[in-house]
């Protein structure tokens, strides 16, 4: 008898069991408690506070320097958590540090690197704007002035945003307050000696560059 062989399904492999791409952490941000903006995973063995100000030329060639490696390398693959805090010194920081958090914590790192990436250009208006007489006295409306005159507005619209909704952000008393209270910490609790400042698992690291945080920091995942 003439034996029939039969074609042997192929198995689909279940999709539970296949193996799960790595997870990238760059994706997660969400909102600390103070009201900081934490990127990765909220387990890594290390965890890193950036305290920055947004007037401070040395903290945007940080962030130019150090915001690709930290996420490529530390963030991405769950080592190493990142949390911005604001160190604000002045008005204008305080403007762009309400702006940073249009949209949520969503659009945060993408408006934080902006606004340092075009300081140059919009802190030159400040400086024309800070001569003026004419400046509001309210603190609200102050603020909203000098976003719409000094090119901040302007950077924001390019990103999506209404000037409707970077009032809103402007006038947000939650942001204002979780601002001032990451300001007090920084200066006055955990004592940085200036922007930016760093600390890592809550020790103080004392210098202010890419180089002197990376040494601070375990070898990246290969």
Same mark, same amino acid.
């Given at each position: 008898?003439?034996?029939?062989?039969?074609?042997?399904?192929?198995?689909?492999?279940?999709?539970?069991?296949? %193996?799960?791409?790595?997870?990238?952490?760059? !994706?997660?941000?969400?909102?600390?408690?103070?009201?900081?903006?934490?990127?990765?995973?909220?387990?890594? !063995? *290390?965890?890193?506070?950036?305290?920055?100000?947004?007037?401070?030329?040395?903290?945007?060639?940080?962030?130019?320097?150090?915001? %690709?490696?930290? +996420?490529?390398? @530390?963030?991405?693959?769950?080592?190493?958590?990142?949390?911005?805090?604001?160190?604000?010194?002045?008005? @204008?920081?305080?403007?762009?540090?309400?702006?940073?958090?249009?949209?949520?914590?969503?659009?945060?790192? $993408?408006?934080?690197? %902006?606004?340092?990436?075009?300081?140059?250009?919009?802190?030159?208006?400040?400086? %024309? @704007?800070? !001569?003026? *007489?004419? =400046?509001?006295?309210?603190?609200?409306?102050?603020? +909203?002035?000098?976003?719409? =005159?000094?090119?901040? @507005?302007?950077?924001?619209?390019?990103?999506?945003?209404?000037?409707?909704?970077?009032?809103?952000?402007?006038?947000?008393?939650? !942001?204002?307050?979780?601002?001032?209270?990451?300001?007090?910490?920084?200066?006055? =609790?955990?004592?940085?000696?200036?922007?930016? $400042?760093?600390?890592?698992?809550? *020790?103080?690291?004392? $210098?202010?560059?890419?180089?002197?945080? =990376?040494?601070?920091?375990?070898?990246?995942?290969?």
């Amino acid at each position: 008898m003439k034996k029939l062989f039969l074609p042997i399904a192929v198995l689909a492999v279940p999709a539970a069991l296949a %193996a799960a791409p790595a997870a990238n952490w760059v !994706s997660r941000v969400v909102l600390s408690p103070i009201g900081g903006h934490a990127m990765g995973n909220p387990n890594a !063995s *290390t965890k890193v506070v950036e305290y920055v100000s947004y007037t401070c030329s040395h903290c945007a060639h940080f962030v130019g320097e150090a915001s %690709a490696p930290l +996420k490529n390398d @530390y963030v991405k693959g769950g080592t190493v958590n990142v949390e911005v805090r604001n160190a604000v010194r002045d008005k @204008y920081d305080l403007t762009s540090a309400l702006l940073a958090r249009c949209g949520g914590p969503a659009r945060f790192m $993408g408006n934080h690197e %902006a606004l340092f990436a075009n300081q140059s250009a919009w802190i030159e208006q400040v400086e %024309a @704007y800070d !001569s003026r *007489t004419d =400046k509001p006295t309210d603190q609200n409306a102050a603020m +909203k002035d000098i976003g719409q =005159k000094t090119g901040l @507005y302007a950077l924001m619209n390019k990103r999506g945003f209404t000037n409707a909704q970077l009032d809103a952000c402007i006038a947000n008393p939650m !942001s204002m307050k979780q601002i001032l209270a990451m300001t007090d910490e920084a200066w006055n =609790k955990v004592k940085i000696g200036g922007t930016p $400042g760093f600390t890592v698992n809550g *020790t103080l690291v004392k $210098g202010s560059t890419w180089d002197i945080l =990376k040494a601070a920091l375990p070898a990246p995942a290969r």
